[in-house]
């Protein structure tokens, strides 16, 4: 059976082998990480060494790394209303871009009605002026916008966005979930107040993500309460081994770049050119910035699970997406955003790269998709 080839990284990654082995090394320790004991302090120890090695991803200090059970949770701990900066007024509403994950989306701890939408361009990319109008329109608002959007990959304005969140008395919620590793990050630059990592996207494991505040947000509330662990600002014993995954990875993740962005930039280059040979190919945000390991694409007319089967029978895993629908293939809210009907936004194919991505594997993608081109084609024939 012929090996297949990979190319859903954005919805997962492989665990590195740098993570395993953290993972391995923290099964052996005993102690809770709250004990005062030898046991105790060797498990804290971990905790911490990973703490350093994640704020260092993002030019953070450690000890404003709060860790969660994963993106999701680190999404709804940042979006609380009553955040303020230093002594500034605390935030009553909340303003997303209309493509943020499901978990932004959501809203938080924010009531539905303190909830407002950015508009995006038709290239993904969030509309400042928009912005600068909400803002204007009411109380100091707690803004979110990701760093880079999981289905097209573009990438945003974060520092200019900041620096008219803070003009208006604003904070700002960046969620980097699928920046990280991917593209240099760094808090300070971007002059966000609040950011979101998760591990499972950089090659740790799944159910491990951060909160990284900068020193200035007060008013962080605990989403889970109980006891004092992460500063008080986030009960429960912590994942030692994830936690300690985590930390690797993010080591790994950080010592690659930028070599494996401009790796992964040239391969979703030769992709591209290779899908863009087939009559009506729609590269999506195709003009703007993005990642370099994504390519979201459909041909008019193409049902995205009739695509992803195809894909799958021929040994090659992509996606519809994102992938957090519990395996539905829907229409895409983010290119609906963008101002794409239905019937486009049903049809979209994400293919993402990583670091074990090939030349050979793209080209295998490129022969699957040319016979699932084919058939199309060969359909509308028939039914013209």
């Given at each position: 059976?012929?090996?297949?080839?990979?190319?859903?990284?954005?919805?997962?990654?492989?665990?590195?082998?740098?993570?395993?082995?953290?993972?391995?090394?923290?099964?052996?320790?005993?102690?809770?990480?709250?004990?005062?004991?030898?046991?105790?302090?060797?498990?804290?120890?971990?905790?911490?060494?990973?703490?350093?090695?994640?704020?260092?991803?993002?030019?953070?200090?450690?000890q404003?790394?709060?860790?969660?059970?994963?993106?999701?949770?680190?999404?709804?701990?940042?979006?609380?209303?009553?955040?303020?900066?230093?002594?500034?007024q605390?935030?009553?509403?909340?303003?997303?871009?209309?493509?943020?994950?499901?978990?932004?989306?959501?809203?938080?701890?924010?009531?539905?009605?303190?909830?407002?939408?950015?508009?995006?361009?038709?290239?993904?990319?969030?509309?400042?002026?928009?912005?600068?109008?909400?803002?204007?329109?009411?109380?100091?608002?707690?803004?979110s916008?990701?760093?880079?959007?999981?289905?097209?990959?573009?990438?945003?304005?974060?520092?200019?966005?900041?620096?008219?969140?803070?003009?208006?008395?604003g904070?700002?919620?960046?969620?980097?979930?699928?920046?990280?590793?991917?593209?240099p990050?760094?808090?300070?630059?971007?002059?966000?107040?609040?950011?979101?990592?998760?591990?499972?996207?950089?090659?740790?494991?799944?159910g491990?993500?951060?909160?990284?505040?900068?020193?200035?947000?007060?008013?962080?509330?605990?989403?889970?309460?109980?006891?004092?662990?992460?500063?008080?600002?986030?009960?429960?014993?912590?994942?030692?081994?994830?936690?300690?995954?985590?930390?690797?990875?993010?080591?790994?993740?950080?010592?690659?770049?930028?070599?494996?962005?401009?790796?992964?930039?040239?391969?979703?280059?030769?992709?591209?050119?290779?899908l863009?040979?087939?009559?009506?190919?729609?590269?999506?945000?195709?003009?703007?910035?993005?990642?370099?390991?994504?390519?979201?694409?459909?041909?008019?007319?193409?049902?995205?699970?009739?695509?992803?089967?195809?894909?799958?029978?021929?040994?090659?895993?992509?996606?519809?997406?994102?992938?957090?629908?519990?395996?539905?293939?829907?229409?895409?809210?983010?290119?609906?955003?963008?101002?794409?009907?239905?019937?486009?936004?049903?049809?979209?194919?994400?293919?993402?790269?990583?670091?074990?991505?090939?030349?050979?594997?793209i080209?295998?993608?490129?022969?699957?998709?040319?016979?699932?081109?084919?058939?199309?084609?060969?359909?509308?024939?028939?039914?013209?």
């Open positions: 059976m012929p090996e297949r080839v990979y190319l859903d990284w954005n919805a997962t990654t492989p665990l590195r082998p740098e993570a395993r082995q953290a993972m391995a090394a923290a099964w052996d320790l005993t102690g809770n990480p709250s004990s005062v004991h030898t046991e105790g302090r060797q498990a804290r120890r971990l905790v911490e060494d990973a703490r350093a090695a994640v704020a260092a991803a993002v030019a953070a200090r450690p404003d790394v709060v860790f969660s059970s994963g993106g999701t949770e680190a999404n709804a701990m940042a979006l609380t209303p009553g955040l303020r900066r230093g002594t500034g605390p935030v009553t509403r909340l303003l997303l871009s209309a493509i943020e994950h499901a978990s932004v989306l959501a809203g938080g701890r924010f009531a539905a009605e303190a909830v407002g939408a950015i508009k995006v361009s038709g290239a993904g990319v969030v509309d400042l002026d928009h912005l600068r109008r909400l803002l204007a329109d009411g109380p100091p608002a707690l803004v916008v990701m760093a880079a959007n999981n289905e097209t990959g573009v990438l945003q304005a974060v520092a200019e966005i900041a620096q008219i969140v803070h003009e208006a008395g904070l700002l919620h960046v969620d980097a979930i699928q920046a990280l590793g991917k593209i990050l760094d808090i300070n630059v971007m002059q966000a107040d609040l950011l979101t990592l998760s591990a499972h996207k950089i090659g740790g494991p799944k491990v993500g951060a909160l990284v505040l900068t020193g200035s947000v007060q008013g962080l509330e605990p989403l889970v309460r109980g006891g004092g662990q992460e500063q008080g600002r986030r009960a429960g014993t912590e994942n030692v081994a994830g936690i300690a995954a985590f930390g690797a990875a993010a080591k790994v993740a950080l010592a690659e770049l930028p070599a494996s962005a401009e790796r992964l930039g040239v391969l979703r280059q030769r992709l591209e050119q290779g863009q040979q087939t009559p009506g190919m729609i590269v999506f945000s195709g003009d703007a910035p993005r990642l370099p390991n994504t390519t979201l694409f459909t041909v008019p007319g193409m049902r995205a699970e009739t695509a992803v089967i195809g894909f799958d029978l021929g040994g090659i895993a992509v996606s519809s997406g994102s992938a957090c629908s519990s395996g539905k293939v829907q229409p895409s809210h983010v290119l609906e955003a963008m101002g794409y009907g239905k019937d486009i936004a049903q049809g979209a194919v994400r293919l993402s790269l990583g670091w074990s991505t090939s030349l050979a594997d080209e295998s993608a490129l022969e699957a998709w040319r016979k699932l081109a084919d058939a199309l084609l060969r359909g509308r024939r028939n039914t013209a």
